[in-house]
């Protein structure tokens, strides 16, 4: 089993849409969880932390269930400028390595 | 504030040859990982320096291997290149301290290709 998870996609949806994703780690001793934002043939970026308490910017909210073992990006009023791969991480390992997932693509249409 | 530099931004080598990719630390920044990106999949762990030792390795064979200098800034360099090398690598400096670790901040990514 990977150590973050996600599902690929891609997600296509309607400007002003709600869309969701999630990603689950296997690493219960898992610290720290981000999501980047990565567009094509570019490098990923940080979009936000995720903190145990949920965190919200705007149009976005990501969430922490650690009973379950997953985090979740919520975006809501989809913009066509959304349209990119969405990275989950999580540091794995005494030495705290950020592990990526594979990337979940979305893609926002008119 | 200066952000995470890489060098080249592309390459083309053979099969067999050598490699060296560069990275320079975003200012303040005392931790160094390196990536391997393959199309259509997400950046796998190659190796992590902090204070210029070894502090994590991924699941890479030996001819990766890598460096970090005094100023933070680091080298990756690959051996006996295979064409399966040919993919985005990445270097993200944060900071460490303790338990507490930053996000990381990415280059724009060297692009190595391998004929």
């Known amino acids: 089993r990977k150590e973050v998870e996600q599902d690929p996609g891609p997600f296509n949806v309607p400007e002003g849409a709600t869309v969701a994703f999630n990603c689950t780690y296997s690493?219960?001793?898992?610290?720290?969880f981000f999501w980047y934002r990565q567009d094509c043939r570019k490098e990923p970026k940080l979009l936000m932390s995720?903190?145990?308490s949920g965190n919200e910017d705007g149009r976005f909210t990501a969430q922490l269930n650690r009973a379950s073992q997953y985090i979740s990006l919520l975006i809501r009023d989809s913009k066509l400028s959304d349209s990119a791969t969405y990275l989950c991480?999580?540091?794995?390992?005494?030495?705290?390595?950020?592990?990526f997932g594979r990337g979940t693509s979305l893609i926002v249409h008119p | 504030e200066t952000g995470v530099t890489q060098s080249p931004t592309h390459l083309i080598k053979t099969r067999g040859q050598q490699v060296t990719l560069r990275c320079s630390s975003q200012s303040g920044h005392n931790t160094v990982s390196w990536y391997q990106q393959a199309l259509g999949q997400g950046p796998q762990f190659i190796f992590q320096?902090?204070?210029?030792?070894?502090?994590g390795r991924g699941n890479f064979p030996p001819r990766f291997s890598g460096l970090q200098f005094p100023n933070y800034s680091s080298e990756l360099n690959v051996n006996a290149l295979e064409l399966d090398d040919s993919a985005l690598y990445l270097c993200a400096s944060s900071i460490k301290q303790g338990h507490y670790n930053s996000p990381l901040h990415f280059g724009n990514g060297t692009r190595l290709t391998v004929t």
């Open positions: 991480v999580g540091s794995s390992g005494g030495s705290y390595i950020p592990t």
């Open positions: 995720v903190y145990s």
């Open positions: 320096y902090y204070r210029e030792e070894e502090n």
């Open positions: 690493n219960s001793a898992s610290q720290s």
